[in-house]
């Protein structure tokens, strides 16, 4: 079975200091992965993804993640995290055509 | 990126009454889309697969009779609830994704804020 887990609810940092959302997922065959943000009473924006390749991918507004095959994790990071940066985070693997999305994290960044 | 909109954005309704959707997508054709139905702080649920001149696929759980799903042509798939309640009070957001290319990142709508009163 598909899974994605994001084992934090809410994640709070200082404005400046280095952010972190953390995603482990369970899925059979190669693992297409994605990050999207969504503010509120939004739709969700694409962030980056991960198909193949540099485990580190780099994706919109300064944002990176990191695919780690032995832990099956895919970690959002971001050296330096602003005020304008608090939204829920979702990750999500796409086996076949559907999307299958964690719980959401929601990521407060304070000044 | 490909653009999907959602329309409208938000809709209250009384009880009783029924309710339609709107998902295009502007700039690309997509013969699936996905409606998905968002509670508060909490995860997208699938609802159901949109496909293009065939019948739409229900998760289990999802009411067909309730949540009437149309795909009539390649941009454009509607979402109707029907006899709503305030217990169909959410956020409902559709997506698509560019067709038989399996790594694209999925296109939202900017989601429908739905109040049955």
């Known amino acids: 079975a598909q899974s994605v887990a994001q084992p934090e609810d809410q994640v709070n940092v200082a404005e400046g200091n280095p952010l972190t959302v953390k995603c482990t997922y369970s899925v059979s065959g190669n693992p297409y992965l994605f990050w999207y943000v969504q503010y509120p009473n939004r739709g969700l924006q694409f962030l980056l993804k991960?198909?193949?390749?540099?485990?580190l991918v780099k994706g919109s507004y300064g944002f990176e993640a990191e695919f780690n095959k032995s832990q099956t994790s895919f970690h959002l990071k971001k050296p330096s995290a602003l005020v304008s940066d608090s939204a829920l985070y979702f990750c999500?693997?796409?086996?076949?055509?559907?999307?299958?999305f964690g719980s959401g994290t929601k990521l407060n960044v304070k000044p | 990126g490909a653009v999907v909109s959602q329309h409208p954005s938000w809709v209250i309704c009384k009880s009783g009454t029924s309710v339609k959707i709107e998902c295009r997508s502007l700039d690309f054709q997509a013969t699936t889309m996905f409606w998905y139905r968002q509670f508060p702080k909490q995860s997208l649920m699938l609802m159901a697969t949109s496909n293009e001149g065939s019948k739409a696929t229900y998760e289990q759980g999802v009411e067909k009779d309730k949540f009437l799903i149309n795909h009539a042509s390649l941009t454009l798939s509607t979402l109707t609830v029907t006899s709503a309640h305030p217990e169909d009070s959410s956020f409902y957001i559709c997506?698509?994704?560019?067709?038989?290319?399996?790594?694209?990142?999925?296109?939202f709508g900017q989601g429908t804020r739905l109040t049955v009163v």
């Open positions: 991960y198909i193949t390749g540099d485990n």
């Open positions: 999500a693997v796409r086996p076949l055509n559907k999307f299958y």
């Open positions: 997506s698509a994704s560019v067709p038989g290319v399996r790594n694209t990142e999925a296109f």
